[in-house]
Protein backbone atom coordinates (compact mmCIF):
# COMPACT_ATOMS: atom_id res chain seq x y z
CA UNK A 1 0.00 0.00 0.00
CA UNK A 2 1.35 3.28 -0.69
CA UNK A 3 1.23 5.81 1.73
CA UNK A 4 0.68 9.76 1.37
CA UNK A 5 2.25 12.26 4.33
CA UNK A 6 0.46 15.17 5.57
CA UNK A 7 2.77 17.97 5.59
CA UNK A 8 3.35 17.40 9.23
CA UNK A 9 4.42 14.67 9.01
CA UNK A 10 6.75 15.38 6.72
CA UNK A 11 8.28 17.85 9.19
CA UNK A 12 8.18 14.82 11.63
CA UNK A 13 10.87 13.14 9.02
CA UNK A 14 13.46 15.51 8.98
CA UNK A 15 15.11 14.84 12.52
CA UNK A 16 15.71 10.93 10.94
CA UNK A 17 16.48 12.58 7.33
CA UNK A 18 19.53 15.12 9.35
CA UNK A 19 20.69 11.74 11.58
CA UNK A 20 21.16 9.68 9.04
CA UNK A 21 22.61 11.98 6.77
CA UNK A 22 25.42 13.07 10.22
CA UNK A 23 26.29 9.10 10.20
CA UNK A 24 26.65 9.71 6.78
CA UNK A 25 29.41 12.11 6.60
CA UNK A 26 30.41 10.79 9.73
CA UNK A 27 31.39 7.59 7.62
CA UNK A 28 32.58 9.08 4.38
CA UNK A 29 35.44 11.07 6.93
CA UNK A 30 36.20 7.72 8.65
CA UNK A 31 36.94 6.01 5.85
CA UNK A 32 40.62 5.89 5.11
CA UNK A 33 43.39 3.43 4.16
CA UNK A 34 43.68 0.60 7.53
CA UNK A 35 40.37 1.41 8.75
CA UNK A 36 38.58 -1.83 9.32
CA UNK A 37 35.06 -2.39 7.58
CA UNK A 38 33.86 -3.21 11.42
CA UNK A 39 35.14 0.19 13.02
CA UNK A 40 32.63 1.80 10.40
CA UNK A 41 29.82 -0.35 12.16
CA UNK A 42 30.81 0.40 15.56
CA UNK A 43 30.81 4.26 14.29
CA UNK A 44 27.38 3.68 13.14
CA UNK A 45 26.36 1.53 15.95
CA UNK A 46 27.46 4.14 18.40
CA UNK A 47 26.37 7.55 16.96
CA UNK A 48 22.48 5.55 17.07
CA UNK A 49 22.93 4.35 20.82
CA UNK A 50 24.03 8.43 21.09
CA UNK A 51 21.06 10.04 19.35
CA UNK A 52 18.53 7.30 20.47
CA UNK A 53 17.64 5.95 17.23
CA UNK A 54 16.77 2.48 16.33
CA UNK A 55 18.57 0.55 13.79
CA UNK A 56 16.46 -0.47 10.45
CA UNK A 57 19.08 -3.43 9.26
CA UNK A 58 20.47 -5.30 12.87
CA UNK A 59 17.03 -7.30 12.74
CA UNK A 60 16.40 -6.91 8.96
CA UNK A 61 15.51 -10.45 7.50
CA UNK A 62 13.96 -10.52 3.77
CA UNK A 63 13.70 -13.84 2.54
CA UNK A 64 17.33 -13.02 0.42
CA UNK A 65 19.39 -12.84 3.11
CA UNK A 66 20.29 -16.66 4.64
CA UNK A 67 19.98 -14.98 8.13
CA UNK A 68 19.09 -11.61 10.01
CA UNK A 69 21.88 -8.68 8.74
CA UNK A 70 23.16 -8.68 12.33
CA UNK A 71 24.75 -5.00 11.98
CA UNK A 72 23.82 -1.47 11.07
CA UNK A 73 25.35 -0.53 8.16
CA UNK A 74 25.74 -1.53 4.91
CA UNK A 75 29.41 -1.72 3.53
CA UNK A 76 30.14 -2.75 0.01
CA UNK A 77 33.88 -2.48 -1.55
CA UNK A 78 35.16 -2.85 -5.09
CA UNK A 79 32.85 -5.32 -7.28
CA UNK A 80 30.13 -5.12 -4.15
CA UNK A 81 27.76 -2.51 -4.75
CA UNK A 82 24.91 -3.38 -2.69
CA UNK A 83 23.99 -5.16 1.26
CA UNK A 84 27.81 -5.68 1.74
CA UNK A 85 27.99 -7.23 5.67
CA UNK A 86 30.33 -5.60 7.33
CA UNK A 87 33.39 -8.46 8.11
CA UNK A 88 36.88 -8.16 8.92
CA UNK A 89 38.06 -6.22 6.18
CA UNK A 90 40.78 -3.09 5.91
CA UNK A 91 40.60 -0.99 3.51
CA UNK A 92 43.12 -0.76 1.04
CA UNK A 93 44.83 2.14 -1.12
CA UNK A 94 42.34 3.10 -3.90
CA UNK A 95 39.66 0.79 -2.59
CA UNK A 96 35.78 2.32 -3.79
CA UNK A 97 33.59 1.98 -0.83
CA UNK A 98 29.45 2.78 -1.01
CA UNK A 99 27.90 3.11 2.61
CA UNK A 100 24.43 2.51 2.77
CA UNK A 101 22.78 3.08 6.22
CA UNK A 102 19.13 3.96 7.20
CA UNK A 103 17.71 4.45 11.08
CA UNK A 104 14.63 5.27 12.49
CA UNK A 105 14.56 8.24 14.77
CA UNK A 106 10.78 8.99 16.88
CA UNK A 107 9.20 6.09 14.73
CA UNK A 108 10.40 7.87 11.34
CA UNK A 109 12.60 6.46 8.73
CA UNK A 110 15.43 7.91 6.56
CA UNK A 111 17.80 6.21 4.33
CA UNK A 112 20.84 7.01 1.85
CA UNK A 113 23.73 5.70 0.90
CA UNK A 114 27.29 7.74 -0.63
CA UNK A 115 30.29 6.14 -2.58
CA UNK A 116 34.06 7.57 -1.98
CA UNK A 117 37.75 5.96 -3.19
CA UNK A 118 40.01 4.97 -0.10
CA UNK A 119 43.18 6.68 -1.05
CA UNK A 120 44.68 6.93 -4.58
CA UNK A 121 41.65 6.96 -7.02
CA UNK A 122 41.20 5.11 -10.25
CA UNK A 123 39.77 7.70 -12.53
CA UNK A 124 37.27 4.95 -14.21
CA UNK A 125 35.69 5.00 -10.40
CA UNK A 126 35.67 9.15 -10.11
CA UNK A 127 33.41 9.08 -13.27
CA UNK A 128 31.37 6.15 -12.25
CA UNK A 129 30.46 7.81 -9.21
CA UNK A 130 30.00 11.12 -10.95
CA UNK A 131 27.52 9.27 -12.88
CA UNK A 132 25.98 7.46 -9.72
CA UNK A 133 25.72 11.00 -8.95
CA UNK A 134 24.50 13.15 -11.94
CA UNK A 135 21.87 10.11 -12.23
CA UNK A 136 20.43 11.10 -8.57
CA UNK A 137 20.61 14.61 -8.98
CA UNK A 138 18.20 14.06 -12.42
CA UNK A 139 16.32 11.27 -10.26
CA UNK A 140 15.43 13.86 -7.60
CA UNK A 141 14.80 17.10 -10.06
CA UNK A 142 12.17 14.38 -11.88
CA UNK A 143 10.51 14.39 -8.61
CA UNK A 144 7.82 16.73 -8.68
CA UNK A 145 4.22 16.36 -8.01
CA UNK A 146 2.32 16.00 -11.36
CA UNK A 147 4.88 13.90 -12.71
CA UNK A 148 4.66 10.37 -13.00
CA UNK A 149 7.18 7.37 -11.10
CA UNK A 150 8.63 6.40 -14.79
CA UNK A 151 9.89 10.10 -14.90
CA UNK A 152 12.46 9.72 -12.15
CA UNK A 153 13.08 6.46 -13.89
CA UNK A 154 13.87 7.50 -16.96
CA UNK A 155 15.95 10.56 -15.49
CA UNK A 156 18.08 8.21 -13.75
CA UNK A 157 18.93 5.61 -16.58
CA UNK A 158 19.17 8.10 -19.36
CA UNK A 159 22.09 9.75 -17.41
CA UNK A 160 23.63 5.82 -16.94
CA UNK A 161 22.98 4.97 -20.63
CA UNK A 162 24.56 8.58 -21.78
CA UNK A 163 27.66 7.29 -20.18
CA UNK A 164 27.28 4.09 -22.03
CA UNK A 165 25.96 2.22 -18.59
CA UNK A 166 23.76 -0.77 -18.13
CA UNK A 167 21.18 -0.36 -15.80
CA UNK A 168 20.17 -3.51 -13.55
CA UNK A 169 16.15 -3.08 -13.25
CA UNK A 170 16.21 -6.19 -9.56
CA UNK A 171 17.38 -3.42 -6.82
CA UNK A 172 16.24 0.46 -6.70
CA UNK A 173 14.46 2.87 -4.67
CA UNK A 174 11.28 2.49 -2.59
CA UNK A 175 8.91 4.25 -0.67
CA UNK A 176 10.14 4.99 2.72
CA UNK A 177 8.30 5.85 6.28
CA UNK A 178 7.52 3.94 9.11
CA UNK A 179 9.37 1.60 7.84
CA UNK A 180 12.78 1.20 5.91
CA UNK A 181 11.36 -0.65 2.21
CA UNK A 182 7.59 0.00 1.22
CA UNK A 183 5.51 0.85 -1.93
CA UNK A 184 6.34 2.25 -5.00
CA UNK A 185 9.29 0.21 -6.04
CA UNK A 186 11.58 2.90 -8.09
CA UNK A 187 12.95 1.29 -10.68
CA UNK A 188 16.41 3.43 -12.20
CA UNK A 189 15.12 3.39 -15.94
CA UNK A 190 12.02 2.96 -17.76
CA UNK A 191 9.80 5.17 -19.71
CA UNK A 192 8.65 8.36 -19.17
CA UNK A 193 5.48 9.45 -18.47
CA UNK A 194 4.44 6.11 -16.93
CA UNK A 195 3.09 4.62 -14.09
CA UNK A 196 2.01 5.96 -10.35
CA UNK A 197 1.38 9.38 -10.41
CA UNK A 198 3.50 11.44 -8.14
CA UNK A 199 1.34 13.44 -5.30
CA UNK A 200 2.48 16.01 -2.88
CA UNK A 201 2.94 13.85 0.75
CA UNK A 202 4.83 10.81 -1.28
CA UNK A 203 8.33 10.00 0.08
CA UNK A 204 10.62 8.04 -1.62
CA UNK A 205 14.56 6.73 -1.39
CA UNK A 206 15.94 7.38 -5.08
CA UNK A 207 18.64 5.42 -4.96
CA UNK A 208 20.98 5.09 -8.40
CA UNK A 209 23.54 2.21 -8.70
CA UNK A 210 25.86 1.50 -11.45
CA UNK A 211 28.55 -1.26 -12.48
CA UNK A 212 31.49 -0.55 -14.80
CA UNK A 213 31.21 -3.22 -17.31
CA UNK A 214 27.66 -5.26 -16.63
CA UNK A 215 24.45 -4.87 -15.32
CA UNK A 216 24.67 -8.63 -14.29
CA UNK A 217 24.82 -9.26 -10.41
CA UNK A 218 25.76 -12.32 -8.19
CA UNK A 219 25.27 -13.10 -4.52
CA UNK A 220 27.89 -13.48 -1.62
CA UNK A 221 26.96 -16.92 0.02
CA UNK A 222 26.18 -14.34 2.71
CA UNK A 223 22.64 -13.98 0.84
CA UNK A 224 23.28 -10.08 1.39
CA UNK A 225 26.32 -9.08 -0.67
CA UNK A 226 25.61 -8.30 -3.97
CA UNK A 227 28.47 -7.98 -6.53
CA UNK A 228 28.75 -7.51 -10.68
CA UNK A 229 29.12 -10.68 -12.27
CA UNK A 230 32.21 -9.84 -14.07
CA UNK A 231 34.40 -8.81 -11.31
CA UNK A 232 33.89 -4.83 -12.20
CA UNK A 233 33.76 -2.19 -9.26
CA UNK A 234 30.18 -0.29 -8.29
CA UNK A 235 29.02 2.81 -6.97
CA UNK A 236 25.99 3.66 -4.92
CA UNK A 237 24.07 7.00 -4.12
CA UNK A 238 20.63 7.33 -2.43
CA UNK A 239 18.69 10.49 -0.67
CA UNK A 240 15.12 10.24 1.02
CA UNK A 241 13.24 12.70 -0.98
CA UNK A 242 9.63 14.04 0.05
CA UNK A 243 7.51 15.51 -2.88
CA UNK A 244 5.74 18.53 -1.85
CA UNK A 245 3.62 21.31 -3.76
CA UNK A 246 7.00 23.21 -3.56
CA UNK A 247 9.24 20.83 -5.38
CA UNK A 248 11.09 17.56 -4.30
CA UNK A 249 12.71 17.81 -0.14
CA UNK A 250 15.67 15.80 0.73
CA UNK A 251 15.43 14.91 3.34
CA UNK A 252 19.07 13.45 3.88
CA UNK A 253 20.49 16.35 2.56
CA UNK A 254 24.54 16.51 3.91
CA UNK A 255 25.95 19.59 4.55
Known sequence: ????????QIEQMRPAGRFVASVISALAEKAAVGVNLLELDELAH???????????????HPSFGASPF???????VNDAVLHGLPHDYVLQDGDLLSVDFAASVDGWVSDSALSVVVGTPREEDLRLIDTAQRALDAGIAAAQAGNKLGDISHAIGSVARADGLGVNLQFGGHGVGRTMHGEPHVPNDGPAGRGLK???GLVIAIEPWFLHTTDEIVFDPDG?????ADGSRGAHVEHTVAITADGPLVLTARD
Open 46 to 60: RMIKDAGAESCYIDY
Open 70 to 76: GKVLCTS
Open 1 to 8: MIELRTPT
Open 224 to 228: WTIRS
Open 198 to 200: LRP
